[in-house]
């Protein structure tokens, strides 16, 4: 385990602390830090919390050299039942006293996402260490209060119209401080003309002409029966006039949205949706995985693709726009794009907003005449592939407010499995 990156002066109230340090040293070098793990195991109380007041609300306390501030409750790691205490009366928020001979005041920044540990001591919540959150962080915490990594997010319960979608994780001891279910919302975008070619499939004559090879060939996800396996030599290859038949209108919308749940096999590299026209070949828009043709940081990027939309239009030339995401480490993903006004691109991974670019050189062009192929020369499971006419419905694709839960069902199951 790395040492943990604290805020620099941290480093100097731990030497000063008693209760948490192994008996003084005063010898910088041989000085020890100690870790985000110790601190989750030692402190009482340790929860996120967000920063969000002025300069001036830092409060000095008397006397000694320090200061008190307040956070917002974001979520807690550990002493939920203390947690709930000071938060009743206090808006969501607990006041915590800064570590000893520090200048916090000039480190937290505002707003901004924290752990926070501590004890309490008198009724007072007295902070012994503070670090950013972080995901890298948070599993720390969790990891240290016996917990495994998260499993995937499971399938959103339904394709449009809201649902919920949960992953879970399992407590490695006897019991565990904290919850074993996350939840969030869903699809939460009407599912008025919304498109789902792959769900097209199952039935009618129409579905299995489009699947190359003939669907039967086609394989399940053995982990995630609702999942296609896409190999180098199967695609599938939809008209837009039969797509869009049923909106009335034959050719892709001019503002839209995709909303993909992927994940890339071995590396692959190949395409994951390309809408191209018919009549002229160089006129398309794709989703790409190409190699990375530069490596800045040249070890770890230079085994994985990189993910890019292209436009080309044979009139003007291509546009490329790069999607900054590791997508190619082997879990599942939320991609969803949107595009408006012709030349709007807006990218959303794992319900975050990534980037929005605009397409400098031409506006957006698809001929009526264009196909929609997905999957060509690509390695991956394929969940969804939805397409809506509203650019709107790619932020909509999942939130990023995760709510816990604690799934005794779960927790007994594995228990009386185990005895
Ligand atoms: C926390 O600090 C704020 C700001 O000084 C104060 O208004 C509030 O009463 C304090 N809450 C508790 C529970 O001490
Ligand atoms: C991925 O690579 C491994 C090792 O080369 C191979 O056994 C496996 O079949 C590949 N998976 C797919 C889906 O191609
Ligand atoms: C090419 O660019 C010109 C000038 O910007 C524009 O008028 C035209 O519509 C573009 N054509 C395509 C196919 O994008
Ligand atoms: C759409 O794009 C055009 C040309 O780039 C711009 O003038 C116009 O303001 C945009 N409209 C909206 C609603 O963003």
């Known amino acids: 385990m790395p040492p943990t990156k604290l805020i620099p002066s941290i480093v100097l109230t ?9 008996p003084l040293d005063t010898t910088e070098s041989t000085q020890r830090e100690v870790s985000i793990e110790e601190h989750a195991t030692s402190c009482e109380i340790v929860f996120r919390g967000n920063t969000f007041l002025r300069e001036n609300d830092f409060l000095r306390r008397s006397r000694e050299e320090q200061m008190m501030t307040y956070f917002r409750v974001v979520n807690t790691y550990k002493g939920a039942d203390a947690i709930d205490d000071l938060i009743a009366n206090n ?3 607990i006041n915590v006293t ?3 001979l520090d200048n916090y005041k000039s480190n937290l920044k505002i707003p901004k996402e924290y752990i ?10 007295n902070a012994v260490v503070i670090v950013e959150w972080t995901e890298n962080n948070d599993l720390r915490v969790w990891s240290a209060l016996g917990w495994s990594s998260w499993g995937e997010w499971l399938s959103c319960s339904v394709s ?3 649902g919920i979608q949960q992953r879970s994780r399992r407590c490695r001891r006897k019991n565990c401080h904290g919850f074993n279910v996350e939840q969030r919302h869903c699809n939460i975008f009407s599912c008025e003309n919304i498109i789902n070619p792959l769900s097209k499939d199952r039935n009618g004559r129409e579905g299995h002409k489009s699947f190359h090879p003939p669907m039967e060939k086609w394989e399940r996800v053995p982990d995630r029966l609702s999942a296609w396996r896409l190999h180098p030599d199967s695609y599938i290859w939809l008209p837009a006039k039969e797509i869009f038949q049923q909106n009335g209108n034959q050719a892709f919308p001019k503002d839209f949205s995709v909303l993909l749940t992927v994940r890339i096999i071995n590396c692959s590299l190949g395409t994951i949706f390309s809408v191209r026209s018919r009549s002229r070949q160089d006129t398309y828009l794709s989703l790409e995985l190409t190699s990375q043709t530069t490596s800045l940081d040249s070890v770890e990027s230079e085994k994985s693709g990189e993910l890019k939309l ?4 044979s009139l003007n030339g291509t546009d490329v726009v790069r999607i900054p995401a590791n997508l190619d480490d082997g879990h599942w993903h939320q991609l969803a794009l949107s595009i408006r006004n012709e030349s709007v691109i807006e990218v959303y991974v794992d319900c975050v907003w990534l980037k929005t670019e605009i397409l400098r050189f031409h506006s957006l062009h698809l001929p009526d005449d264009s196909d929609l192929i997905i999957g060509y020369l690509f390695t991956g499971d394929l969940e969804q592939l939805s397409i809506l006419p509203d650019p709107k419905a790619a932020k909509l694709q999942c939130e990023d407010i995760r709510i816990p839960i604690t799934d ?12």
């Open 14 to 22: 731990l030497t000063s602390c008693t209760v948490f340090c192994s």
């Open 91 to 93: 808006m969501g928020c």
């Open 98 to 100: 800064l570590p000893r």
């Open 116 to 125: 926070i540990f501590c004890n309490l001591e008198n009724g007072e919540v």
């Open 160 to 162: 449009c119209g809201g």
């Open 310 to 313: 292209i436009h080309a239009s």
């Open 408 to 419: 005794f069902q779960e927790i007994f199951n594995r228990f009386s499995s185990k005895n």
